[in-house]
């Protein structure tokens, strides 16, 4: 399975929400996170699922070759839930809104194999650092 988890602290401030993937002046960080599902079933549960338990969510929306609903986590997060459209490849299709992308962006989509290089050898498994959760679950 896979974890995500949504920390909260005493006297934290949540980020201003804002329209996921609208440009910013200002400071800028992580705009938003998209966590996929296998069909629209899925998509149209957790949508009821957020409305049942009163957490706002959007409606579904048609992106073209990803059907989504947007959320916030606790912080102010923009959080997607999309399921892709069956026939779209954004790997083999690749299209850009931006009239002037940066020249990070104009690589696409795929890693570049020149700004990641595959390493010569892997770490093995060494030594394990604990974790500040590690002692819930010492014995």
């Known amino acids: 399975g896979v974890y995500l ?3 909260t602290w005493k ?3 949540a980020v201003e929400e804002k329209d996921p993937g609208a440009p910013q002046p ?3 960080g992580l705009d938003h996170i998209c966590i996929t599902v296998d069909d629209m079933e899925t998509l149209y549960r957790l949508k009821s699922r ?3 338990a009163d957490i706002w969510v959007s409606e579904v929306i048609d992106h073209g070759f990803v059907h989504s609903i947007f959320t916030f986590d606790p912080n102010g997060i923009a959080i997607e839930i999309g399921c892709p459209v069956k026939g779209r490849n954004l790997d083999d299709e ?3 809104k931006d009239p002037s992308p940066t020249e990070r962006a104009k690589e696409g989509p795929l890693p570049n194999p020149k700004r990641w290089p595959e390493p010569d050898e892997v770490e093995g498994p060494g030594k394990l650092y604990k974790g500040q959760l590690k002692e ?3 014995e």
């Open 26 to 28: 200002g400071y800028s």
């Open 94 to 96: 690749f299209r850009m």
């Open 50 to 52: 957020l409305e049942a």
């Open 11 to 13: 006297g934290a401030k």
């Open 136 to 138: 819930l679950f010492e």
């Open 5 to 7: 988890s949504f920390l």
